[in-house]
């Protein structure tokens, strides 16, 4: 099915260097692929960040399914390490444990062991997402394997510290941006740098940061881009 897309495509676009890099070593080509970034919605964008807390607690957050390629599994055995050492944020996964569906048998053990400080939201909607977003102290994204990585950037727009792994992607879109890496795969990098006191909030230089990702990340741009390219 895909190599007869790319064929008979006249354009071919996607959403970062290295995903074009990952399309040119799988699919050869004599016509160009095109990045045009990701965006920030105007939603994310209406948002206020004023809004009561959702929980009561201090929590960081993880965003995303548990596909062996988002790292769950690093996160989670970091999480229990940095508790072993005294950390008492606790740990909040976006969606219901009986709705992920995973072959990964280590990710199934440890999501199954009984452990108070971390918890499954269930399906929730966006304002809710948001809350999250906005009263995180730390949003943490150990993916191995992306091809943007959008959730990081709504994030930081909430003014919500970040961590991710440190995979080429990641480093393309988020390197001049005020993020920390981990070593990918490395649970015990993660584990230190969840208990780094830096990574803590308050957050500072906002509107610096939104001016930024409205500069680089907005759909009227990557509209452009895309128009311009198929005249």
């Known amino acids: 099915y895909l190599w007869r897309a790319v064929k008979k495509s006249k354009k071919i676009f996607t959403v970062s260097d290295f995903s074009r890099?990952?399309?040119?070593?799988?699919?050869?080509?004599?016509?160009?692929v095109i990045v045009t970034y990701c965006a920030i919605s105007?939603?994310?964008?209406?948002?206020?960040?004023d809004m009561p807390k959702y929980f009561d607690f201090s929590y960081i957050l993880f965003v995303g399914n548990i596909?062996?390629?988002?790292?769950?599994?690093?996160?989670?055995?970091?999480f229990r390490k940095a508790q072993r050492n005294g950390y008492r944020n606790k740990l909040v996964i976006v969606g219901e444990y009986q709705a992920f569906k995973?072959?990964?048998k280590v990710i199934v053990r440890l999501l199954q062991e009984k452990n108070e400080e971390i918890l499954f939201t269930g399906k929730i909607?966006?304002?809710?997402?948001?809350?999250?977003?906005v009263n995180a102290q730390l949003f943490v994204l150990p993916s191995v394997y992306e091809g943007f990585g959008i959730p990081p950037l709504e994030a930081?727009?909430?003014?919500?510290?970040?961590?991710?792994?440190?995979?080429?992607?990641?480093?393309?879109?988020?390197g001049d941006l005020p993020v920390n890496f981990f070593k990918v795969n490395d649970s015990d990098?993660?584990?230190q740098k969840l208990m780094d006191s830096r990574m803590d909030r308050p957050f500072c230089d906002l509107e610096k940061i939104r001016k930024k990702i409205d500069h680089k990340y907005n759909f009227k741009f990557v509209a452009r881009k895309i128009m311009n390219n198929l005249g």
């Not at 890099?21 to 160009?32: Q, T, V, Y």
């Open 125 to 133: 909607d966006n304002p809710t997402l948001y809350n999250l977003l």
């Open 67 to 78: 596909k062996t390629h988002k790292g769950l599994v690093v996160l989670l055995e970091a």
């Open 102 to 104: 995973t072959e990964d």
């Open 42 to 49: 105007r939603h994310i964008q209406e948002v206020k960040t």
């Open 21 to 32: 890099s990952r399309i040119l070593h799988h699919f050869p080509l004599s016509k160009g």
């Open 156 to 174: 930081l727009y909430f003014g919500c510290p970040v961590l991710l792994s440190d995979i080429p992607v990641l480093r393309e879109i988020y």
């Open 189 to 191: 990098d993660l584990s």
